[in-house]
Nanobody, 126 residues
């Protein structure tokens, strides 16, 4: 069973920052694009950001300019740096290994997910 290991969630006040990490097995990290999703209370899971094997990125409009996705190939790890967090950012965040879109990175969608992380909770208080 493939496991993507996440860390970095927690509680923060509005305007604060958190960094999430997701480490994948080497064969997964090298074969797939990587992305992040989130699901807030009573909402559907939505794609947040994608990074492809070449390091090109794509962001949902609601995080552009505030979140940054990056990766460390030596550690098989993807990061989601979240700045200027808002209360509506309260959600379970999950990383995923994604089937790459040949046209380039796009907003991650559930059908594109090959493997899921276990999720990490982020709570933003006002």
């Amino acid at each position: 069973q493939v496991q993507l290991e996440e860390s970095g969630g927690g509680s923060v006040q509005a305007g604060g920052s958190l960094r999430l990490s997701c480490t994948a097995p080497g064969y997964v990290y090298k074969s797939f694009c990587m992305g992040w999703f989130r699901q807030g209370p009573g909402t559907e899971r939505e794609g947040v950001a994608t990074i492809n094997k070449g390091g090109h990125t794509y962001y949902a409009d609601f995080v552009k300019g505030r979140f940054s996705i990056s990766k460390d190939d030596a550690k098989n790890t993807v990061y989601l740096e979240m700045n200027t967090l808002k209360p509506e950012g309260t959600a379970e965040y999950r990383c995923a290994a994604l089937y790459c879109d040949t046209r380039g990175p796009t907003l991650p969608t559930i059908p594109s997910v090959a493997y899921w992380g276990q999720g990490t909770q982020v709570t933003v208080s006002s």
